[in-house]
């Protein structure tokens, strides 16, 4: 018997990457809502700089939409009914995240200090459940990779 998904499942069928329709019906109308806006800003601010790429990354952790130049910029996480972003912050962007620790809301602090540090950084998944949540991601992505001139 096929189990319900639960919240924060991801998209696992493996046949095709899903399109905008699969994901709205995934994370649902609030959450795509989020989706659609963060994709908009990083075309808005980073206009030609990534082609968005989509990731399958098994029967547990689904399908994720990776936005990369050279090095990762955050990744899309499509989960059952809400949307999640990965971060990923290298030493530099860690040193910059410490000397800003006061001017971020705690939630995304504390998201920070909870974070295990891997060789490659800390690794933040910031669920999106609301502007400021974006705002946030928006502004850690500022802090990655300064935006274009006239972005």
Not at 17 to 30: F, H, L, M, T
Not at 95 to 112: H, I, Q, T
Request: proline residues 7%; charged residues 30%; glycine residues 8%.
């Amino acid at each position: 018997m096929e189990q319900s998904p639960q919240i924060g499942d991801r998209i696992a069928d493996k046949s095709a990457p899903p399109n905008d329709s699969a994901v709205r019906d995934w994370i649902g109308p609030k959450a795509f809502k989020h989706w659609t806006d963060l994709r908009n800003w990083i075309e808005a601010y980073y206009p030609g700089v990534f082609a968005p790429d989509w990731l399958y990354g098994g029967k547990k952790r689904g399908w994720s939409l990776r936005y990369k130049k050279t090095k990762a910029f955050c990744t899309l996480l499509p989960e059952y009914g809400r949307l999640s972003v990965l971060v990923v912050l290298g030493r530099a962007e860690r040193e910059k995240f410490e000397e800003r620790r006061y001017a971020w809301r705690s939630p995304l602090v504390k998201l920070y200090d909870d974070a295990k540090t891997y060789p490659d950084g800390k690794w933040l998944t910031v669920e999106i459940s609301s502007a400021d949540d974006r705002h946030d991601v928006t502004e850690l992505l500022t802090m990655k990779r300064p935006p274009r001139q006239g972005g």
